[in-house]
């Protein structure tokens, strides 16, 4: 190398090492900006969670705002299983309750205690033994604890014991637990989309469906203001009436699809299934009204078919039970609430069994039919009887309404398999049905305009 080769690259690394500083400071500047950019997306992507999560509390809060009733916890009930239950709840939560403290107070302390800006490191190990017996251990303990009295809870629905005046069970000389003794057996059968309740053994039946004001209000073009009408969806046209302070056996069972029945107060539901009978229980302390609802999806009305449940004094109930065997009207009392105050409905009768006329004149019969059409037909075939597709045919017009009466009834009484047709042979009474019958044969322009009567009803179905 010569001496000018040398001078040349002795003077030109002072430069090399200037442009690589140089470089550094670039790179590093960059990273700074681009660290800054990230903390800024990351920010500004907390706030929108924030901001989103600030909308969802508001909005749920304004949901709940909505409904006219609302509570935070379960009812208590009025019987005693639902006030078990209601307990069992309570300790549950209460249990819930303090774990969730323990945990997120650990976890809220560890994060703020252990931030990394205080030089925190975390630790550095793959398992600890002790840790996972503690955290096995004590759910187990937990669930055990639970299980004693949700297990006594289950075995009180299912296999009711006698219990003594200081709540514990009886037992006889062998030390054998005794059963409750029922006092009365009612048959619950569910139809689409209404109750049939059989007092078993006393010859009483009644059909309970969705009252007249819920029925028009609910319809594409109401006749009664919704807000006109008390307890909308959630009254009947007749209540089941039962006894306070007695031992009832229900009987549950369906004849077309699966139905559930429920009153929330009582503290229990139950499947009503077809070809199946399941079995519940009830002993009501309280006198007054209670509702609920089928909670089972059982069709396009299963939305339209309430239960109400009249809870009487067990006078009352024996006079309105006696009453109901001859045919008359009685004042049946209906304590509307909890503090036992007896409020008397005059005049009414829960299941309207009434003598009824030989022979009906065409103009009675109209009248009457229009009524059982519009509760019993019109969510189907609609007021205007033009039906809702092939599913649903129309009646205006219908070879079948404007055809042979004879064809007609047994279509209406035994149904007509395959379709969604229903037998109402078994839910109405013979003058309903021959009501509905004339009245669909001479309404909307059909040309049939003759008139059936019950007599006519009441010889298809035996025949």
């Not at 009886?170 to 059968?189: F, Y």
């Not at 009408?229 to 306070?244: A, C, G, K, S, T």
């Given at each position: 190398?010569?001496?000018?080769?040398?001078?040349t690259?002795?003077?030109?690394?002072?430069?090399v090492?200037?442009?690589?500083?140089?470089?550094?400071?670039?790179?590093?500047?960059?990273?700074?900006?681009?660290?800054?950019?990230?903390?800024?997306?990351?920010?500004?992507?907390?706030?929108?969670?924030?901001?989103?999560?600030?909308?969802?509390?508001?909005?749920?809060?304004?949901?709940?705002?909505?409904?006219?009733?609302?509570?935070?916890?379960?009812?208590?009930?009025?019987?005693?299983?639902?006030?078990?239950?209601?307990?069992?709840?309570?300790?549950?939560?209460?249990?819930?309750?303090?774990?969730?403290?323990?945990?997120?107070?650990?976890?809220?302390?560890?994060?703020?205690?252990?931030?990394?800006?205080?030089g925190?490191?975390?630790?550095?190990?793959?398992?600890?033994?002790?840790?996972?017996?503690?955290?096995?251990?004590?759910?187990?303990?937990?669930?055990?604890?639970?299980?004693?009295?949700?297990?006594?809870?289950?075995?009180?629905?299912?296999?009711?014991?006698q219990?003594?005046?200081?709540?514990?069970?009886?037992?006889?000389?062998?030390?054998?637990?005794?059963?409750?003794?029922?006092?009365?057996t009612?048959?619950?059968?569910?139809?689409?989309?209404?109750?049939?309740?059989?007092?078993?053994?006393e010859?009483?039946?009644?059909?309970?469906?969705?009252?007249?004001?819920?029925?028009?209000?609910?319809?594409?073009?109401?006749?009664?203001?919704?807000?006109?009408?008390?307890?909308?969806?959630?009254?009947?046209?007749?209540?089941?009436?039962?006894?306070?302070?007695?031992?009832?056996?229900i009987?549950?069972?369906?004849?077309?699809?699966?139905?559930?029945?429920?009153?929330?107060?009582?503290?229990?539901?139950?499947?009503?299934?077809?070809?199946?009978?399941n079995?519940?229980?009830?002993?009501?302390?309280?006198?007054?009204?209670?509702?609920?609802?089928?909670?089972?999806?059982?069709?396009?009305?299963?939305?339209?078919?309430?239960?109400?449940?009249?809870?009487?004094?067990?006078?009352?109930?024996?006079?309105?039970?006696?009453?109901?065997?001859?045919g008359?009207?009685?004042?049946?009392?209906?304590?509307t609430?909890?503090?036992?105050?007896?409020?008397?409905?005059?005049?009414?009768?829960?299941?309207?069994?009434?003598?009824?006329?030989?022979?009906?004149?065409?103009?009675?019969?109209?009248?009457?039919?229009?009524?059982?059409?519009?509760?019993?037909?019109?969510?189907?075939?609609?007021?205007?009887?033009?039906?809702?597709?092939?599913?649903?045919?129309?009646?205006?017009?219908?070879a079948?309404?404007?055809?042979?009466?004879?064809?007609?009834?047994?279509?209406?009484?035994?149904?007509?398999?395959?379709?969604?047709?229903?037998?109402?042979?078994?839910?109405?009474?013979?003058?309903?049905?021959?009501?509905?019958?004339?009245?669909t044969?001479?309404?909307?322009?059909?040309?049939?305009?003759?008139?059936?009567?019950?007599?006519?009803?009441?010889?298809?179905?035996?025949?």
């Amino acid at each position: 190398m010569s001496k000018v080769d040398s001078q040349t690259q002795r003077t030109s690394c002072p430069n090399v090492h200037i442009n690589m500083a140089i470089l550094t400071d670039y790179a590093r500047h960059k990273e700074k900006l681009e660290g800054k950019k990230s903390m800024n997306k990351t920010t500004i992507s907390c706030n929108k969670s924030l901001i989103g999560f600030i909308f969802t509390v508001f909005g749920l809060l304004m949901t709940s705002m909505a409904h006219a009733e609302y509570g935070y916890n379960l009812t208590e009930g009025v019987t005693d299983f639902s006030q078990e239950v209601y307990g069992l709840h309570m300790i549950v939560f209460w249990i819930c309750l303090v774990i969730a403290v323990l945990v997120f107070g650990v976890m809220f302390y560890s994060m703020f205690a252990h931030r990394k800006s205080k030089g925190v490191k975390a630790a550095q190990f793959s398992h600890s033994t002790t840790a996972e017996i503690i955290w096995t251990v004590i759910p187990i303990l937990i669930l055990v604890v639970m299980a004693i009295p949700a297990t006594t809870a289950l075995i009180n629905m299912e296999a009711p014991r006698q219990l003594d005046e200081n709540g514990k069970v009886v037992v006889d000389a062998d030390g054998n637990t005794i059963p409750i003794q029922m006092e009365m057996t009612i048959k619950v059968t569910g139809y689409q989309w209404k109750w049939k309740y059989d007092y078993l053994g006393e010859g009483v039946s009644i059909i309970s469906s969705l009252d007249k004001l819920s029925n028009a209000a609910r319809q594409a073009n109401p006749t009664v203001k919704l807000e006109d009408v008390e307890n909308y969806l959630l009254d009947v046209d007749n209540p089941l009436v039962i006894p306070v302070n007695t031992n009832i056996r229900i009987l549950l069972t369906a004849n077309d699809v699966i139905h559930s029945w429920w009153v929330p107060e009582f503290g229990w539901k139950r499947d009503a299934i077809p070809g199946y009978v399941n079995e519940a229980w009830t002993n009501v302390k309280k006198i007054g009204t209670y509702r609920g609802q089928c909670a089972e999806l059982c069709g396009k009305d299963h939305g339209f078919m309430p239960i109400v449940v009249n809870v009487v004094s067990k006078e009352d109930y024996t006079a309105w039970l006696s009453d109901q065997k001859v045919g008359e009207t009685v004042k049946v009392v209906t304590a509307t609430n909890n503090n036992n105050d007896e409020v008397i409905t005059p005049e009414t009768t829960v299941a309207e069994v009434v003598a009824e006329p030989v022979e009906w004149t065409q103009a009675e019969l109209m009248t009457k039919g229009q009524e059982v059409y519009n509760m019993e037909c019109a969510t189907c075939h609609q007021t205007s009887g033009e039906g809702m597709g092939e599913t649903f045919p129309a009646l205006k017009g219908s070879a079948v309404v404007n055809g042979s009466i004879e064809e007609n009834i047994k279509t209406v009484v035994f149904g007509k398999e395959g379709t969604a047709m229903q037998s109402f042979g078994g839910r109405l009474t013979e003058s309903d049905i021959a009501a509905a019958i004339t009245y669909t044969r001479n309404a909307w322009d059909n040309t049939a305009k003759d008139a059936v009567q019950p007599e006519d009803v009441k010889k298809i179905k035996n025949s």
